[in-house]
């Protein structure tokens, strides 16, 4: 749904900044493919009890992942879709969640 949502933003609407226009379809593909990355290695890491899985976990959380959700959610033009307005939030709550719980 996240993609979707991004190419129609990226075809649909003008942006004021060209260079965020550039910038967010490759920061997003850097974004989900971490994401996949950083769960897989958390959930293995947990359940296996591996330390240096549940560090890698925590380095992705923090780079590049901290670095494309606060881009996403704090450097997008005024012209925001409504999933955006909601989704954002909500990942940068979940995404700050492994370092409350230390």
Do not use: H
């Not at 075809?11 to 994401?35: A, D, G, H, R, V």
């Not at 996403?72 to 492994?98: G, H, K, M, R, W």
């Amino acid at each position: 749904m996240c993609g979707g949502c991004l190419l129609n933003k990226l075809y649909n609407y003008e942006f004021q900044n060209s260079i965020l226009k550039i910038l967010t379809l490759p920061i997003f593909l850097l974004w989900s493919s971490t994401e996949l990355a950083r769960v897989a290695l958390g959930y293995v890491g947990n359940i296996k009890e591996r330390v240096p899985m549940i560090s890698a976990f925590l380095l992705l959380t923090i780079f590049p992942q901290l670095v494309a959700v606060l881009f996403f959610t704090f450097l997008q033009d005024p012209v925001l879709i409504p999933p955006e307005a909601t989704l954002c939030p909500l990942v940068n709550s979940i995404s700050f969640t492994p370092f409350g719980r230390a």
